[in-house]
């Protein structure tokens, strides 16, 4: 499948890039390696992305494979956690009452514990 990003935000040549279709270009996470991009979106969903021919540089045009679709639905993008961890997020709560970020399986057990949804961003393995 073919997708389109702003150029200035594909990936290298050689590298990969999970897109979330919901968040703005400077919010997605960076370029990693394709095997850890794809192992990544599998588990997590997204899109992973990379170029598809030089042309993608000027274009945008990348190719891409879907893995699943990702809810930030009422998540401000500067309240996603920080590339490797984890935030739970509560629906109906304020933004500024959230708990804070956490590693993944904090936060997995906090969910289990209070409810809510568990945000996940990844890192590069660069």
């Known amino acids: ?10 990936p290298r040549e050689g ?4 897109w979330y ?3 703005p270009p400077d919010r997605q996470p960076a370029a990693m390696s394709c095997g850890h991009a794809h192992r990544t979106a599998s588990r997590h969903g997204g899109l992973v992305i ?7 540089f000027q274009t945008g045009e990348v190719a ?3 893995y699943g679709p ?6 401000p993008p500067d309240r996603l956690p920080p ?6 997020w509560l629906d109906g709560m304020p933004p500024d009452r959230q708990p804070p970020p956490m590693s993944c399986p904090d936060a997995s057990a906090y969910q289990r514990r209070h409810g809510g949804r568990v945000l996940f961003m990844p890192a590069s393995d660069l």
């Open 1 to 10: 499948m073919n997708f389109h990003v702003p150029p200035d935000r594909v």
């Open 64 to 66: 891409a494979t879907e």
């Open 50 to 56: 990379w170029a598809s021919s030089p042309r993608s």
């Open 21 to 23: 279709r919901p968040l």
């Open 70 to 75: 990702v809810s930030f639905d009422g998540v």
């Open 83 to 88: 590339p490797g961890s984890c935030r739970v």
């Open 15 to 18: 590298l990969c890039r999970i």
